[in-house]
């Protein structure tokens, strides 16, 4: 029987070679939101594998959106033109479709690197100001962000339109929204971090209004044939906080909004989180929001061994597979997974006689 994982799928009008996403991983190697040589080398060489989606980590939509001063962004198109030579190299070594992770950090911008601390920027490290749906800090030691109004709703609304706009003008394949991993569309959607009274705020119809909006405003720049898929977290993992059977619903609104599929992560949002981290623990999750929504779904999370990733597929959980720090630690994962399953994956020619398939 054939590998599932290797399996070609159509997302929208794209064709992807097949089931394997290389996740969007942050690298905070970025100057200024440009993109380096870092960025060229780290994807580079996941893409002479051929998986069939790469993501561009998290990109921010404006300067004050940027997780930390090394966070890539696409506000301007000197950032498009840096973000199009990566693509290019990447297309250049194997079939694998690129796309790019439109986002802002909201409440848990300006922060440390993860190697510096991860916290809030102290005062000498050239801090900048936070805005959230509402003012409550992301924890302890974080800066308080300012409440959005109308007027920064609508231009932050019209940033991602714009970064959208150029991810389309270097010939990405795929945009993906974020609203996981407690960045500011995930803060809109949970009540732990939505204390607004206005319409934006208050029941699930208006916490979920304003990330629907970015997705209709989004979609309507983006071409049908080319797919827009969101990244949500499915729960908070917190008692009282965002959920699953909330994330179905949305889901389900994304779906009449135009999006083609979900990547289904979790947490994030709340250092009360109560996360039962172990192989494949967001696996169901996925399932779930495939099976209410009707949605394609991809399945994301200590997702490390290919016949674990192939049962994924087969159980009927999730529609692909993203892998993130598997990546790091084996950037030739696809080659292996082929080799196990029994299948061929795509080889640059100057490495053809380091495989051991397809001879």
Not at 219 to 231: D, G, M, N, T
Not at 253 to 261: F, I, R, S, T, W
Request: glycine content about 10%; overall charge negative.
């Amino acid at each position: 029987m054939p590998a599932a994982l290797f399996e070609p799928i159509r997302l929208a009008g794209l064709e992807l070679a097949n089931r394997i996403m290389v996740a969007p991983m942050c690298q905070y190697s970025a100057v200024e939101g440009d993109m380096t040589d870092w960025h060229l080398v780290h994807l580079g060489q996941m893409a002479s594998a051929g998986p069939g989606l790469i993501m561009i980590e998290a990109t921010s939509v404006t300067p004050e959106g940027r997780i930390t001063h090394g966070c890539t962004g696409l506000w301007s198109e000197a950032q498009a033109v840096k973000m199009e030579r990566v693509a290019a190299f990447c297309r250049s070594v194997g079939p694998a479709r690129i796309g790019v992770q439109l986002g802002h950090a909201g409440r848990k911008a300006s922060a440390q690197r993860p190697w510096e601390g991860g916290g809030a920027l102290p005062a000498e490290a050239e801090p900048w100001e936070t805005v959230a749906p509402s003012d409550v800090p992301a924890g302890e030691g974080w800066h308080r962000p300012a409440a959005l109004d109308d007027a920064g709703l609508a231009r932050l609304r019209d940033a991602f339109v714009a970064a959208a706009g150029r991810a389309l003008a270097i010939g990405l394949d795929s945009v993906e929204l974020h609203c996981a991993h407690g960045y500011l569309l995930h803060q809109f959607l949970s009540p732990l971090s939505n204390r607004r009274t206005d319409r934006y705020g208050g029941d699930l119809e208006s916490r979920m209004r304003y990330p629907l909006e970015i997705a209709r405003a989004v979609r309507a720049a983006w071409p049908e044939e080319k797919p827009l898929l969101v990244r949500v977290s499915a729960t908070d993992w917190v008692e009282g906080g965002w959920d699953l059977e909330q994330t179905c619903a949305f889901a389900e609104a994304l779906k009449a909004e135009g999006v083609d599929a979900i990547h289904v992560s979790s947490g994030g949002l709340s250092p009360a989180q109560q996360v039962p981290v172990g192989p494949g623990y967001q696996n169901g999750l996925a399932a779930e929001i495939r099976r209410r929504s009707g949605l394609p779904t991809i399945a994301v999370g200590m997702i490390t061994d290919p016949i674990q990733a192939e049962s994924v597929l087969r159980s009927g959980q999730a529609d692909m597979v993203a892998l993130a720090r598997e990546m790091l630690r084996d950037p030739r994962w696809v080659w292996r997974a082929a080799t196990v399953l029994g299948a061929t994956a795509s080889t640059p020619p100057q490495y053809a006689r380091a495989v051991p398939f397809g001879r």
